[in-house]
């Protein structure tokens, strides 16, 4: 398989993608796409639900 040069091979990239050093658990990125998930969830439930309100 040839080799290819694009931003997914940047040293960077792949620390960053990183989620576990060692036995410290989970990555920051990890953590934020989680809670940022959740909150979007809240916020999208709370959207489509608010329309069913008792509006008498």
Known sequence: M???NGFATQP???ELLAVSKGDQGPGTLLRTVLV???VGIVLLAWFLLRGYGNKD
Request: hydrophobic letters at 45%; aromatic letters at 12%; a neutral charge.
């Open 12 to 14: 960077g990239f792949t």
């Open 36 to 38: 940022v998930g959740v």
């Open 2 to 4: 040839p080799h290819i």
